[in-house]
């Protein structure tokens, strides 16, 4: 049983169709929703924590209908929206023992909870300190503590690494990951940045225009194409010159920049761009197995809005 | 993982050390959606008068609070002191009229904290975070107007009190002062109610809490003067039947209405309203205030997803 299913699930507003026909399924470990702004994604979300109706279709959460059974899904379901949802003049700690409580927790277990998951998400000695002064970074670790706070089955993370500089988007991004493999919580994290999610889900689905684009595991999406990228070093047209030899040599090559793409036929072929790269007296620099990336899925569905990384 | 390191003899191990125990799953009990509201409840109330907000939040309720009970007291001192000088047999103000005396301050309270406890939901978008929440918004607007409902009850309750309690000290007969003490204060949840209801629904139509803070304020003082001019004026003209409908217009004039009519309660306006027509007129007007707000509230925060 995933934790999520949804069967034909649409949305439909007055004048656009946010949902179409969604047929998705989501498992445990950290799922990946990608989708350019608009896809979907935040609809989604909200029918699935029974917030919003969906027009037809239907949708499940850890086994509960999200038509009828919005309160046990609330009550097992983390949420760490998008937009801002602190309020200034109250410190991370009181916030987080509140949320806890509101997921009813009793006092003094919403308190050591508090503790427990703001120490996880890596917030210190401000966490005392009124949330209005705390930076982005900060201030997503906050929203990500008050979505952990109940110990969820599963959280929606609703682009958790929005306006983060870097380095604090990648203690994020681990943070995330670890959730999903250390704490055994499943994960539904939104992005519109593919490479963010190729790096930390186990299951990618692709949304565009509220249709189901892909949704496959992300060994799929990034799986070996047969194709090598050779890059060398020599003189300015050294990679003309290797290119050259290669389709001489009855190989299917072309240029991907500075550097060569061959086709893969058998296990020879790199054995034959070694010599012929000897042979031209140039230097090897590397030689990879190429692989897709989630972003080509984009560029052959034609869904073009979505910015890769 | 880390772990008091084994190298050190035990004396020399360092007492603060911090293990990381990794996550820890929550296997203890759940509470239903009763206590969840009654968790609320108490925090809103709280916040009403500063206490889990910031130290500055708390300096206006309590300068407020200060305010409402002083002049209880200096009345009561004189009650006590001054009683068989003066010959009074009872309070110098009455219980049912201390609330319009005292009406900016409680206006004030009620305009400072109405947008404190709705507004600031709504424009950090922390409203989100509890509609993600196992309790319904249908809870949710209910439990944050009995907040601020309550909380403005304490504050009106407050002094009367400690004029019960004086009244007492000072030998006033016991009875009379209880039966009068507690009509009084069905009248003070009724004016609470009514100005928490009205705050309310102004503070959810904006986010913006400066902005909220004045509309309440003149809502609230521009209702009562508009009021006691007419009234006022209609005592002059002699045309009393004008005062006692625009006393329906002022929470104030309406809930001391309310106590004239049902308790006899002493008069504070020029034109109290008088007969069973006017009873029923005045009660309804008190419904109409305190559930149109509740049903307006509810059907405003319908539309916030």
Not at chain 1, 154 to 170: F, K, Q, Y
Not at chain 1, 190 to 201: P, V
Not at chain 2, 66 to 89: E, S
Request: net charge negative.
């Amino acid at each position: 049983m995933g934790a999520i299913e949804t069967v034909g699930l649409t949305k439909r507003y007055p004048r656009v169709t946010a949902l179409d026909e969604l047929d998705v399924s989501v498992g445990d470990g950290v799922t990946g929703l990608v989708g350019a702004n608009g896809a979907g994604k935040s609809t989604l979300i909200k029918i699935l924590l029974g917030l919003i109706p969906a027009t037809s279709g239907t949708a499940s959460v850890l086994g509960h209908d999200v038509a009828t059974d919005g309160r046990a899904i609330r009550s097992l379901v983390g949420y760490m929206p998008e937009h801002d949802c602190l309020p200034a003049d109250v410190s991370a700690s009181d916030l987080v023992v509140h949320m806890g409580q509101m997921s009813g927790l009793p006092y003094n277990s919403a308190r050591e909870r508090a503790s427990d998951v703001l120490r996880h998400v890596g917030l210190a000695e401000e966490r005392y300190r009124p949330m209005g002064g705390y930076s982005t970074g900060m201030k997503q670790r906050a929203k990500l503590a008050q979505a952990l706070v109940h110990d969820p089955e599963l959280v929606l993370l609703d682009e958790p690494t929005n306006g983060l500089d870097p380095s604090s988007r990648d203690d994020m991004l681990a943070l995330v990951r670890k959730i999903g493999t250390e704490f055994g919580i499943a994960v539904l994290v939104t992005s519109h940045l593919l490479g963010e999610l190729e790096r930390i889900s186990d299951h990618v689905v692709v949304l565009d225009s509220g249709r189901l684009l892909r949704s496959e595991a992300t060994t799929e999406f990034t799986h070996a194409t047969g194709v090598l990228l050779v890059e060398v070093q020599g003189p300015t047209d050294a990679d003309r010159q290797l290119g050259q030899a290669l389709v001489g040599a009855g190989l299917q090559a072309w240029p991907a920049g500075k550097m060569i793409e061959v086709q893969v036929v058998d296990e020879t072929t790199c054995d034959v761009v070694r010599d012929l790269t000897v042979d031209l007296g140039l230097g090897l620099v590397r030689m990879q197995e190429r692989h897709h990336r989630i972003e080509d899925v984009f560029r052959e569905g034609g869904a073009g809005s979505v910015q890769p990384v | 993982m880390s772990s008091p390191s084994d190298a050190l003899p035990p004396h020399a191990q360092p007492s603060g050390v911090i293990h990381d125990i990794g996550y820890r799953p929550y296997s203890g009990p759940r509470l239903g959606d009763g206590a969840v509201a009654w968790s609320l409840f108490v925090t809103g109330l709280r916040n009403c008068y500063g206490l889990g907000r910031s130290g500055r939040s708390k300096i206006l309720p309590m300068i407020l609070i200060g305010l409402m009970i002083l002049p209880a007291l200096i009345l009561v001192g004189v009650l006590v002191q001054a009683r068989q000088v003066l010959g009074l047999d009872s309070h110098i103000v009455a219980y049912s009229v201390y609330p319009l005396t005292t009406q900016l301050l409680i206006s004030v309270f009620v305009a400072a904290q109405a947008p404190a406890l709705i507004s600031r939901d709504l424009r950090f978008g922390t409203i989100t975070l509890y509609l993600a929440r196992p309790a319904s918004r249908t809870t949710y607007v209910l439990v944050r107007m009995a907040s601020l409902t309550v909380a403005t009850f304490l504050l009106i309750a407050a002094p009367l009190l400690v004029m019960y309690v004086g009244g007492l000290l000072a030998d006033l007969p016991p009875g009379r002062e209880t039966e009068r003490f507690l009509q009084a204060l069905v009248g003070a949840l009724l004016l609470a109610a009514c100005l928490a209801g009205l705050a309310a629904l102004v503070s959810a139509m904006t986010t913006r809490r400066g902005l909220a803070v004045a509309a309440v304020i003149v809502v609230l003082l521009v209702s009562f003067t508009v009021v006691s001019s007419i009234q006022g004026v209609s005592l002059e003209t002699g045309n009393d039947t004008t005062g006692e409908v625009a006393g329906l217009f002022s929470p104030y004039t309406l809930t001391q209405g309310v106590q004239v009519l049902l308790f006899d309660s002493p008069r504070a306006t020029p034109t109290p309203p008088e007969g069973g027509t006017m009873t029923l007129i005045y009660l309804a007007a008190t419904a109409l205030t305190i559930l149109g707000s509740l049903g307006a509230m509810l059907r405003r925060y319908r539309q916030v997803a």
